[in-house]
């Protein structure tokens, strides 16, 4: 392919951004990875383009994709149907900014969120999530500059899956994922031994399918959002 791109590295968070052309055969792709993604993207077509997978519902955040970060934890641990009647309960009781949450009362939010489930424990979540970005960021925007993944994994409640997720669709950030839908294809195509059935080998194994994707897939943060979202409809499928 006569695509291109140019790395460049931000050490304070660990981040990879597209920003211009080298000759693609320098990025050291992995090509099992490349075949991977080629073969499902022609199989799932449009239903893993980003912005369908994971739409934007109220536009009321800034940046609009700070959304995003709220329905990161709307999702955890229930089925996305769920997530569009709580958006629209807490846009509806004007919840649906990082200093509305911040300031809102937990039963308020809970009360909002009640379709997706485990509602009074999301509802600390993302109290607590928003009384960062307000608090040490100030700002949606400044946070999505800003945060790292260290950052998030001290919030609690904020897994490294979540805060992966938050970095990659809300963050703009070359992040990865993985969760079980990963792991489940991974091992399915051979690229890891075999689906891990205990704690240690799940850490292993997501540590290898991080590496393979994060140092072997190229850099480009729609590729990689479209790539997640592949991983979940394959699979579902398999």
Known sequence: PDACFLIQMFPSQGSLRRTGPVPLFDLGMNLEIQALYEKLT????????????????A?????????????????QNSSWRSVPAAVQRLDEQSLLTANTL????????????????????????????CDVVVSR?????????????????RIAGIGPETADRILLYACSRLAWPVDTYCLRVFAHQGLISAFPN????????????????????VPQLATWQRFHALMQLEGERI
């Open 59 to 75: 536009n009321r955040t800034e940046p609009p994709e700070f959304e995003r970060v709220i329905t990161n934890v709307l999702v």
């Open 137 to 153: 960021f100030g700002t949606e925007s400044n946070f999505c500059k800003a945060a790292t993944r260290e950052d998030l994994l």
């Open 198 to 217: 205990t704690p240690a080998g799940r850490a292993r194994s997501s540590s290898e399918a991080r590496t393979m994707v994060t140092d072997g897939f």
């Open 102 to 129: 911040a300031s809102a009362p937990a039963e308020r939010i809970a009360e909002c969120i009640k379709p997706t489930g485990l509602q009074a424990q999301k509802a600390l979540r993302i109290k607590a999530l």
């Open 42 to 57: 022609n199989h799932f077509g449009p239903r893993s383009d980003p912005d369908t997978w994971w739409p934007i519902f």
